[in-house]
């Protein structure tokens, strides 16, 4: 994704109920993450906290509320895996 792409911002038309932060799917595209900007600016501030962190030499591992911030993105980002949705639409059948 080059800078021009991230810079944009596309709209589309407002949807009955709120879309919450997760996977979602746009017809028969890949899925993918939204992310409100709510949840998605602490998240980035986060993330740039975790870089300054590893810069000054420091274990982003060693804090259990920081360690549990980034499971928590990598678990939203992964969301959108439809492995994982198969997964546990074969758990609920059985």
């Given at each position: ?19 919450e932060?997760g ?5 028969k595209?890949w ?64």
């Amino acid at each position: 994704m080059n800078e021009q792409e991230i810079e944009r911002t596309r709209v589309f038309p407002a949807q009955a109920e709120r879309v919450e932060s997760g996977p979602i799917q746009f017809g028969k595209d890949w899925p993918g993450v939204f992310m409100r900007g709510d949840h998605a600016l602490p998240s980035a501030m986060f993330l740039n906290s975790v870089f300054e962190m590893i810069e000054r030499g420091e274990d982003p591992r060693a804090d259990a509320m920081t360690y549990h911030q980034a499971k928590s993105i990598v678990a939203l980002l992964a969301s959108c895996d439809t492995r994982n949705h198969l997964q546990s639409q074969e758990r609920d059948a059985a």
